[in-house]
């Protein structure tokens, strides 16, 4: 089991443009969400989808928009990219909610905005 | 407001010397706690969670609510200990985690 796997792990993009970055979950995981990890924080939840639907929203714009496939596996978009978005983006997946046993965390996307 | 502090960033212990990583909460409600931990170019793992009341790598953890705090304990640190630490919460719904800042570990031969 490879785990949670992200792609891709670094990109470099200009202000203003759009990105998406991807995850697949942890086998047998059906929950994912997403992280924002700036330089010297701790991560940032953005949201968590479930069930192919947003279950929750972190306290992020709605620039920040995601996707869960019937796989299970999601995407993260950002659209009119700031410099301030630069950080690390981490993929977290559970089986439901995360309470019991946590999260299982990819290797993240290292995003940086010129 | 939810909020999860850890008020080192960094902490330096001797090998073989006993080590606390310190973690405080806000919370209006039950809650979760863990800790999460990143070894060097390592992804970030769980490391333990209060439910559970385990022992992993000789951690453990106890949830002081009246001091609002789950403190990470060690008797004996080990070279291999060296690592970021986060503390995190869990909503009560379980879709959001809330984490600390981390705390950077340093274990001195």
């Known amino acids: 089991d490879a785990g949670v796997t992200q792609s891709p792990t670094h990109l470099i993009k200009t202000r203003g443009q759009q990105v998406t970055l991807r995850c697949s979950p942890k086998?047998?995981?059906?929950?994912v969400s997403w992280y924002q990890q700036a330089l010297g924080q701790g991560p940032q939840f953005i949201f968590q989808?479930?069930?192919?639907?947003?279950?929750q929203r972190g306290n992020f714009p709605d620039r920040f928009s995601g996707h869960q496939f019937p796989n299970y596996s999601s995407e993260l978009n950002v659209n009119a990219l700031l410099l301030g978005d630069s950080a690390l983006y981490l993929c977290?997946?559970?089986?439901?909610?995360?309470?019991?046993?946590?999260?299982?965390f990819g290797s993240g996307t290292r995003l940086t905005v010129v | 407001a939810q909020r999860v502090t850890q008020p080192e960033k960094l902490l330096s212990v001797f090998k073989g010397a006993p080590v606390e990583l310190k973690c405080n909460y806000s919370y209006s409600g039950s809650p979760e706690l863990f800790w999460y931990v990143q070894y060097s170019r390592q992804r970030l793992q769980l490391l333990l969670r209060h439910i559970s009341r385990e022992s992993i790598k000789g951690f453990t953890a106890d949830l002081n609510k009246g001091e609002t705090s789950f403190h990470l304990k060690k008797p004996f640190a080990q070279e291999e200990d060296s690592a970021m630490y986060y503390c995190a919460l869990s909503s009560y719904t379980g879709n959001q985690f809330y984490f600390g800042t981390g705390t950077s570990l340093t274990v001195i031969p």
């Open positions: 977290a997946s559970s089986l439901t909610s995360g309470q019991l046993y946590g999260y299982t």
């Open positions: 989808y479930y069930e192919e639907e947003e279950r």
């Open positions: 086998s047998g995981h059906d929950t």
